[in-house]
């Protein structure tokens, strides 16, 4: 499994986030859930006014971790002015360890956030640092067997 090293500044995003609890891996049935919501009820349709690609943002506090909770966030980069029905969430400047999930979801990028824990974190030279993790989409279809995203895990070494 390969990863690109980046740094980047820190960036603004705005879209809407649930909390979710990662015991048992209930996530990774609840999140792909939400995205269904989040297609059904038009808020992808407001969000692609505003940015040109979705994010999938897991966010975590220390308060949260301890309950194995997380916000997670469906959003698009944007600098602007709030808007009706939409939180704004500001990602701090970060060294990022960037992956590509190549496949359908939502079993693609399961399998590359296993892959990331299990054997590229412990085999490399980066920890994982305080911060989101992101998932990067372009909007195209997910179904897709060739279906291409990112995931981005912040990194420092070790």
Not at 98 to 106: E, M, Q, V
Not at 107 to 127: C, G, K
Request: a negative charge.
């Amino acid at each position: 499994m390969d990863a690109i090293i980046v740094k980047h500044d820190k960036f603004q995003v705005i879209g809407v986030k649930k909390v979710f609890t990662y015991s048992q891996g209930k996530n990774l049935e609840d999140i792909p859930e939400f995205w269904d919501e989040v297609h059904a009820n038009g808020t992808i349709e407001k969000l692609s006014q505003l940015g040109t690609s979705y994010m999938g943002i897991c966010s975590a506090s220390k308060e949260q971790a301890e309950k194995q909770e997380m916000d997670y966030w469906i959003a698009t980069e944007y600098s602007g002015q709030k808007v009706d029905g939409m939180e704004v969430f500001e990602v701090s400047a970060q060294e990022w360890a960037i992956f590509k999930s190549i496949g359908a979801l939502p079993e693609a990028i399961q399998a590359t956030w296993q892959q990331i824990f299990s054997t590229w974190l412990p085999e490399s030279d980066y920890i994982h640092a305080n911060g989101p993790e992101i998932e990067v989409y372009d909007g195209s279809d997910t179904t897709k067997a060739d279906f291409m995203c990112e995931v981005w895990i912040p990194v420092t070494r070790k």
